[in-house]
């Protein structure tokens, strides 16, 4: 019995003892903001299974050369030996003394790639070929000229609404010769928003409450003028009343937009609390979300309301990605909710 013990014992603290050991020598240091430049610390070189395959083959024509005596045999082991050398430098001199830095990200629907940009610098007067960049199981590959920057695109499956950090990133390479493997871990401090992904046709766009804009349905008039109003920040380029703009540089009168009649101009209302609640509060984030796009193609005014907060009514692409932001960040409710 002690001795099955003492096993469970020894099996249960191995991993923990690979984890210290492996952070002690790869020393992870979280997020880390801006550039990144990577120094000889940074970047780790070890062979590749080629390389222990070359390195057994050259101990074995060693062998042979001893025991045989070939003069020809020590001068082919001793240049492929040195043609080992040269490239291991070469492959570390690949990858050092790079430059990373995150670049931007596009917000998605949970579900959809996440696409994070990363740019990297070659401050060299010499080309970096084939750097490898990945997080499991996504990769890219990249040449950086001498003295230039390139961006490249890694795509991440995103799963759940919210913000999304940047996974751990790993910069390696094997030029010239894939015999070593050098690489340096990378944790950028960069998120994507992930937005909730649209419902299907569960619920049809609501009708707007009574006593709100004109009382036209969806889908009716011609979208005639219908006059001017003080310009909003969510309104769209197209409805500035450019001709009175000037008037309103030299004046310090504010800027107008022009308002219209018909398909625009019913207000709807888009409350979380009031979807039936049968529907989880993901479902009901789908369904908002749905909601939000065809009201923004449609040209609908709207208000959007979740637990302590309210966006609107307005139109226009700014309001609809304010409003898909309040979504992501939802917060899950009480249980009796």
């Known amino acids: 019995m002690d001795g099955q013990r003492a096993g469970a014992v020894n099996a249960s603290a191995a991993p923990a003892l690979r984890a210290r050991l492996r952070n002690w020598i790869f020393q992870p240091r979280g997020t880390e903001a801006g550039e990144v430049f990577l120094n000889q610390r940074r970047v780790f070189i070890f062979p590749t299974r080629y390389g222990l395959l070359f390195a057994f083959s050259l101990a074995a024509f060693l062998a042979a050369s001893i025991n045989y005596d070939l003069a020809l045999g020590f001068v082919l082991t001793f240049f492929l030996a040195s043609a080992g ?26 579900g959809q790639t996440a696409r994070f940009e990363l740019r990297l610098t070659n401050g060299k007067a010499y080309e970096r070929a084939a750097i490898w960049l990945g997080a499991q199981p996504e990769r890219v590959v990249v040449d950086v000229p001498p003295g230039r920057s390139v961006t490249v695109t890694l795509p991440v499956a995103t799963r759940r609404r919210g913000w999304q950090e940047a996974p751990r990133i790993t910069v390696e390479t094997r030029y010239p010769l894939g015999l070593f493997r050098a690489w340096s871990y990378w944790q950028p401090d960069v998120r994507c928003l992930v937005w ?60 107008l937009s022009k308002l219209f009649t018909g398909a625009a101009s019913s207000e709807l209302v888009f409350d979380l609390n009031a979807l039936p609640r049968h529907l989880g509060l993901e479902d009901r984030l789908s369904l908002l979300t749905r909601w939000v796009d065809e009201a923004t193609t449609a040209r609908a005014p709207f208000t959007l309301r979740v637990p302590g907060e309210s966006i609107g009514p307005a139109i226009g692409e700014a309001h609809r990605l304010a409003c898909l932001k309040l979504l992501a960040l939802v917060e899950p409710l009480p249980r009796n909710n």
């Not at 049809?204 to 409450?209: K, Q, R, S, Y």
């Not at 009716?220 to 309103?248: C, M």
Request: hydrophobic share 45%; charged share 15%; net charge negative.
């Open 85 to 110: 050398l040269v490239a291991m430098l070469h492959t570390f001199r690949n990858q050092v003394h790079l430059t990373l830095a995150p670049a931007r990200v596009a917000p998605v629907h949970a």
């Open 196 to 255: 909730p992904a649209p419902a299907g046709d569960v619920l049809a766009l609501p009708d707007a409450p009574e006593g709100t804009g004109d009382g036209a349905p969806r889908g009716a008039g011609t979208d005639d003028f219908g006059g001017l109003r003080e310009y909003q920040v969510t309104d769209s380029p197209r409805h500035i009343a450019w001709k009175n703009a000037a008037a309103a540089l030299t004046t310090g009168a504010p800027l």
